[in-house]
């Protein structure tokens, strides 16, 4: 068959099973907006069939001879369809040597595990979760030890999240960032300056909160044409294509600014999805290259913009006028000083800026001992609590506010949390380099974005998978990856908000 040939059928295969991605996307989506819970059972066996689908096409042997065909006459094809048999023919290497059975049997857990988990937290039961948490580390460690035997289970692990990283890598890492901030907070709460937060949690009607949320997306410069927005319990953001892109959030009343910062966050992601490149519709590689490089997307809005100085000036005004009784008496320098409010607390998605890699730290720290076997389901409440101790110098009342507090292991994710760390460590370091080429703080005040997004498009979003995460860091930032940039960016900040 002539190359023209071979690339037209892999195309078509391609496409068949974007189908698939298509209808599991929205069934996930439709299960944490629209199902009733009752459903989950049925569910995890439709997603079983579905995924049992997705495995065939990854592993057929017609796509292995057209990865092959396409592989051996690299030079001949465009630079697409090249990294796209490139990438899935690394899939294919590690993904055939989970067999089947097991596969799926992993897929329906994730989603049973799940709904167990929900309720375990609700209830403050992690008796009920155990033996699916335990069932679903098995998976993981059998997994590993299948596509990559020769790595220490964890840094396969990690590999799925983040292309190269490894626990040394990660090691180096969070000892430079915990060298600097440990003193950074202690300096903070030795200052004890007082910062008056109380006026974030004058109620506010959720029908008000959800037309904050719809000017927000304006700010952000989102095409509501393309992205939606619905309400979860937590708050996420998933795609099917760059043209269905879906961020959702979750409204308290008491805290309007829980839900502010969970649509900016989310609608970071959302504008890294709406904005890959049109070359690369339909293309497995239109999507994010890595965790952390879509959470550094997602933590540079939601941080590096959103809980600017420059922002809350901006936005006040605006916040005055939709909620003229709750922020009356509020001034731009207040709402900046109550968002930063930097202390140790218990819970992750509520921490604040400087605290956060601390809690990523409990996470790693406890990952690591599992999948070195060092740590049992029997042990891990009282790790996770001793821990939290240690880094943040808080009690742990009970497991709905400690170790069950994230989904992300419900659904089998081991080696994910590094990823929102790095992610805010890349932000800081993109940010020093846009700085260079626009005005950002003059644009972040006039409450203009689209420079910004302009920018992050050209750098960061137009790639997707057709760059690896280094390259697409080193690339936006000019410079590899460096912690400092992060350490720097904290110390300036809080050094402000503390007036050290
Ligand atoms: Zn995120």
């Known amino acids: 068959m002539a190359m023209e040939q071979i690339v037209k059928a892999f195309k078509a295969d391609l496409a068949k099973q974007d189908a698939i991605h298509h209808a599991m996307g929205v069934l996930q989506y439709d299960s944490v907006t629209a199902m009733p819970k009752g459903g989950y059972e049925e569910l995890a066996a439709t997603m079983g069939y579905l995924s049992e689908l997705d495995y065939k096409f990854q592993v057929s042997t017609e796509r292995k001879e057209m990865l092959e065909q396409i592989l051996a006459h690299k030079d001949e094809v465009d630079s697409v369809t090249r990294r796209e048999a490139e990438e899935l023919s690394e899939e294919l290497e590690r993904v055939s040597k ?10 329906m857990e994730q989603n049973v595990a799940s709904a167990v988990w929900e309720k375990a937290k609700h209830e403050n039961d992690y008796q009920a979760f155990k033996p699916h948490l335990e069932k679903l580390i098995d998976f993981n460690k059998r997994f590993a030890g299948y596509f990559a035997p020769e790595k220490p289970v964890y840094d396969a692990l990690l590999d799925q999240f983040e292309k190269g990283l490894t626990m040394a890598t990660l090691d180096q890492y969070f000892t430079a960032v915990r060298k600097e901030v440990v003193p950074l907070l202690k300096a903070t709460q030795e200052k004890g300056r007082a910062i008056d937060e109380s006026f974030l949690s004058r109620p506010v009607p959720v ?282 960016y904290l110390k300036e900040k809080f050094t402000k908000v503390f007036a050290l």
């Open 98 to 107: 989970i067999p089947m059975d097991e596969y799926v049997a992993y897929q």
């Open 207 to 488: 029908h008000m909160q959800q037309k904050f949320s719809d000017e927000l997306m304006k700010i952000l410069c989102i095409d509501r044409e393309y992205c939606g927005i619905a309400e979860t319990e937590h708050p996420f953001t998933t795609n099917f294509s760059k043209h269905d892109v879906r961020i959702t959030t979750h409204y308290h009343e008491d805290a309007f600014v829980s839900s502010m910062y969970s649509v900016i966050h989310e609608g970071g992601h959302a504008l890294y999805e709406l904005h890959t490149g049109d070359e690369l519709l339909g293309s497995p590689l239109a999507q994010g290259t890595s965790m952390s490089v879509h959470e550094s997307q997602s933590r540079f809005f939601e941080n590096i913009i959103g809980r600017s100085e420059a922002f809350c000036a901006y936005l006040l005004p605006r916040l005055q006028e939709l909620f003229p009784q709750q922020m009356q008496d509020v001034t731009a320098e207040k709402l900046f000083l109550a968002v930063n409010n930097a202390k140790p607390s218990l819970i992750r998605t509520e921490a604040d800026e400087l605290t956060y890699s601390l809690h990523i730290m409990v996470r790693y720290e406890i990952e690591k001992r599992i999948f070195a076997g060092e740590l049992s389901v029997d042990e891990l409440p009282e790790a996770w609590n001793k821990l939290y101790k240690e880094y943040l110098g808080v009690d742990v009342p009970d497991d709905t506010h400690g170790i069950l507090q994230d989904s992300h292991w419900a659904g089998g994710m081991f080696g994910y949390f590094p990823s929102y760390s790095l992610g805010s460590a890349y932000a800081s370091q993109i940010l020093a380099r846009m700085r260079k080429e626009l005005d950002f703080d003059g644009c972040v005040r006039r409450g203009e974005l689209q420079p910004i997004v302009d920018w992050l498009t050209e750098h960061v979003f137009k790639y997707g998978q057709l760059k690896k995460p280094g390259e697409v860091i080193e690339l936006a930032c000019g410079a590899p990856f460096d912690p400092t940039f992060y350490t720097d």
